[in-house]
């Protein structure tokens, strides 16, 4: 059985590709099977996440892409910016994974299916509606960016967290320097 365990940035040849949901995306240890119908062992570091388009090289050199499947997903859209950023905000207020989207100059979200938390966009006055999609939630505000298939650049929705930040009190002194 071919084992994946080397997450690399590029290829010259691609050998294969594995199509998973995003809770096996998530996972550091899984058994799985190619398009090929090929079985496969992934073994990547606790905490990886692996995203649509990325390349891992297995122990015998080949290079397999990682293609995000489609699963049942709600798509949450607002007449306006400021509703979907009440809406983004309920979500993260309950700590809910929630892909960040923009397409055809409109931003939207996409959540894993849930009633419950459809009847609550309902209720801000989203439009929330089902569709069979990719799901590539934000990796949080310490799990660094990623890149959004389509995207014409990469980017970092946060700037990087210091390990240890100076805090400024009113009765500081000021530094000279």
Do not use: W
């Not at 998530?26 to 996440?49: H, I, M, Q, W, Y």
């Not at 290079?63 to 007449?79: G, L, M």
């Amino acid at each position: 059985m071919l084992t994946l365990n080397t997450k690399i940035a590029q290829a010259e040849q691609i050998d294969g590709e594995l199509e998973l949901p995003y809770d096996q995306r998530e996972k550091s240890r899984l058994r799985a099977t190619l398009r090929s119908g090929e079985d496969v062992a992934v073994f990547t570091v606790r905490g990886t996440v692996l995203r649509d388009g990325d390349l891992l090289r297995g122990d015998d050199g080949r290079v397999v892409r990682i293609i995000a499947k489609a699963e049942a997903t709600y798509r949450v859209d607002a007449a306006d910016a400021h509703l979907l950023l009440r809406c983004a905000f309920h979500l993260g207020n309950r700590h809910t994974q929630a892909h960040v989207g923009h397409e055809g100059g409109v931003g939207f979200l996409r959540i894993r299916k849930d009633p419950v938390l459809k009847e609550m966009l309902e209720g801000l006055g989203a439009r929330v509606s089902e569709e069979l999609a990719a799901f590539e939630p934000e990796a949080g505000a310490y799990g660094g960016g990623h890149h959004h298939h389509g995207d014409d650049h990469h980017h970092n929705p946060l700037a990087p967290i210091p390990l240890r930040q100076k805090i400024h009190r009113p009765g500081d002194k000021k530094e000279e320097g």
